[in-house]
């Protein structure tokens, strides 16, 4: 199965700057998710954004798509220790079943 | 609403012994459940997609003797790890479907480390 590229593989910034993850992924795709994972634990789901999407807004939360260049960023704006987790991508890509990116590991550092 | 519960949330067992691990849908009726690997570090792989009252798919690689699954009701899907070996250590995580597109969103479970010693 195809899987999408996610960097940075990790990430380690000052408690209120932004985060910026991307994502890229190989087939076409009906939509894209962002998960977060705390260590040890299931997936959270964060937001959704379909193909035919651009942007999309959640709270501090930011995902843009660019279907032309088959990729997706992730932007959380003033973090928070809180924030700290791994991040994934996941398509949908015709069937049912979600694939995942290699995931970014973000750490905010107080 | 859409909570999904893992039991048990860890296992150590002994190798060669069999292990089964179950995904429940709380509050809402899963026609489809997914189960997945995760290595330390690592992203999620699907291992299989469970649909109730029929055979489970499992992905290429995934040996159906060894994993085998159950989808019994709406709000149940096991997953029996057999002969249980150390390699087969490692998260499993389920997901619940609820709603029959496949648009519809999957809740995860909180996942089951098994260890094997």
């Known amino acids: 199965s195809q899987q999408g590229e996610e960097d940075p593989q990790a990430l380690s910034i000052q408690e209120g700057e932004n985060a910026t993850m991307n994502c890229s992924y190989k087939?076409?795709?009906?939509?894209l998710q962002w998960y977060r994972q705390n260590s040890g634990r299931g997936l959270v789901h964060l937001i959704l954004?379909?193909?035919?999407?651009r942007e999309k807004h959640s709270g501090r939360l930011r995902v843009t798509l660019d279907t032309s260049k088959k990729s997706s960023s992730l932007l959380i704006t003033a973090s928070r220790a809180a924030d700290t987790a791994s991040y994934f991508c996941?398509?949908?890509?015709?069937?049912?079943?979600?694939?995942f990116g290699q995931g970014t590991r973000l750490t905010i550092n107080p | 609403g859409a909570v999904v519960s893992q039991h048990p949330s860890w296992v150590i067992c002994k190798s060669g012994t069999s292990v089964k691990i179950e995904c429940r849908s709380l509050?809402?009726?899963?026609?489809?459940m997914f189960w997945y690997r995760q290595f330390p570090k690592q992203s999620l792989m699907l291992m299989a997609t469970?649909?109730?009252?029929?055979?489970?798919?499992?992905e290429q690689g995934v040996e159906k003797d060894k994993f085998l699954i159950n989808h019994a009701s709406l709000t149940l899907s096991t997953l029996t790890v057999t002969s249980a070996h150390p390699e087969d250590s490692s998260f499993y995580i389920c997901?619940?479907?609820?709603?029959?597109?496949?648009?519809?969103?999957?809740?995860f479970g909180p996942g089951t480390r098994l260890t094997v010693l």
């Open positions: 997901s619940a479907r609820r709603g029959l597109r496949e648009s519809n969103e999957q809740f």
């Open positions: 087939t076409s795709i009906n939509n």
């Open positions: 954004i379909r193909s035919n999407e």
């Open positions: 996941a398509t949908t890509q015709g069937a049912q079943k979600l694939v």
């Open positions: 509050d809402f009726q899963a026609t489809t």
């Open positions: 469970s649909n109730e009252g029929s055979k489970a798919t499992y």
